[in-house]
């Protein structure tokens, strides 16, 4: 299975990704963190990744800002607000797409597939 990526782009895209849920489950200790990494092909020709956390959630009015340039739910120590715009514009740049599922209190889920090469 290869997607139309380079690897050292792929590997900025998780560790990204990867990042941000630590941080979002680091920053509601009332359960256990939980962090699941998930790659899949697809009858379509994509693979898929998904990365999911039972973090604190995105609230819904700020989920259309999050691919945005410097735009971050963090404090200013803690974050420049370019992480998921990297994410998103790598994805995009290889032909895929980038999802984003979350509910405030409940954790994020975060999906994008890429092109099979």
């Known amino acids: 299975m ?14 990204n990704l990867v990042r941000n849920a630590v941080d ?3 920053e509601t200790m009332d359960a256990e963190p939980t ?12 693979v ?3 990365v999911s956390d039972n973090g604190h ?9 999050l691919f945005e340039p410097y735009f971050t739910t963090k404090s200013p120590d803690r974050g420049t ?8 514009s790598v994805v995009r740049k290889a032909g895929g797409a980038v ?4 509910t405030a209190g409940r954790g994020t889920t975060i999906e994008f597939s890429l092109p099979l090469a």
Do not use: Y
């Open 2 to 15: 290869t997607a139309r990526i380079s690897r050292v782009e792929f590997e900025q895209v998780i560790t």
């Open 24 to 26: 979002a489950c680091t």
């Open 35 to 46: 962090l699941h990494i998930r790659l899949r092909q697809t009858p379509a020709a994509t």
């Open 48 to 50: 898929v990744c998904t």
């Open 57 to 65: 959630g995105i609230p819904a009015n700020q989920v259309p800002l």
């Open 81 to 88: 607000g370019l992480g998921l715009f990297v994410v998103n």
């Open 99 to 102: 999802s984003v599922d979350s």
